[in-house]
């Protein structure tokens, strides 16, 4: 792998090597130095609001309460795994003394139902968001490349794009999980309710950016682009495929950006309002809880939720990057 296309490296590998030494100085300050002095003044002004704040449950926690938190969650999740493995082990033990007085005894294997720990809920809500998100794109790129090569097929959908958009997740979050109680009716369930109310939520809030995104780019396509496809005689797959995809796909991933930032701020609210595992669900408990704790632990999910949401986006940046077909631009 070339060092250089490294990004955050390539200006420490083309310093260490001694290539314009003064010029890689200034660009890692600019990019670790700046936002490292950006975050230590943050970390200050945060500080100095949170001793003046006083609220029914103790003073505003402060980032070194904040931190003590999260360490403290850490240690709970590590006492939970504890007790798992032990209820497992004792499970086992207690199933091989049976066996061994009688082996055609029935064996049963029971599942921990301990309460789910912080970290287990921020993997619960990252499997929701990307299982909603996910299929709303696989709605929406269609969706949006046939409505962007066809005026009259614009004409029809946009109507319904301009009423549905603004339509807030509270208000879908209710439908759906009556929708989801009547239909998805089975005595050994695939997937737990709480969790398709979630994911389904988040999709049809998701999928609005990355129809308008698509059809957007698709109608960037050049005549002239167009006239190749014409000349060659390609048919409309391979048209979409070879001229109309790789125009579009910087616009499109705009779409799927915004789309998947929505996704994860609708998926916190929705967890919230209905109650289901995830760290929104994490963050009421903790406001109904009304401990001295309470405070620095939202904050701690609060910080958690941004981090995430950030990786999210980096990672749909770096996805990007990859199938872009302009290796040379610069997307931020």
Known sequence: ???????????????????????????????????????????????????????????????????EQFVSLQEEAQAEAVKEHKFYERQEERNARKLEKNPEAEIKVREYTGPPTFFEQIWRSLVTVMSGFILASIIAIPIGIVIGLSSNAYSAVNPLIQI??????????????????????????????????????VLLCCLWPTIINTAAGVATVTQDLKNVSQVLSLNWWT?????????????????????????WMVLIAAEMLAQNPGLGKFVWDEFQNGSSDSLGRIMVAVIVIGIVGFFLDRGMLILQKAVSWDKSSDIR
């Open 239 to 263: 048209h979409v495929r070879k001229i109309v995809l790789p125009c579009s796909i910087p616009m499109m991933f705009t779409g799927l950006r915004i789309s998947l930032g929505i996704a």
């Open 1 to 67: 792998m070339n060092p250089l296309k490294w990004g955050l490296i390539e200006p420490f590998y083309k310093l260490a090597i001694g290539e314009d030494r003064q010029g890689q100085v200034n660009t890692i300050i600019k990019m670790v130095g700046l936002p490292l002095v950006g975050i230590f003044f943050f970390l200050m002004l945060w500080q100095a609001a949170a001793v003046n704040i006083n609220t029914s449950l103790g003073q505003f926690p402060g980032p070194v309460q904040t931190y």
């Open 164 to 201: 549905f958009k603004p339509v807030s997740p509270l208000a879908w979050l209710p439908l759906v999980t009556m929708v989801v109680s009547a239909v998805y009716v089975t005595d050994d369930p695939t997937f737990d309710k709480a969790f398709l109310n979630s994911m389904f939520t």
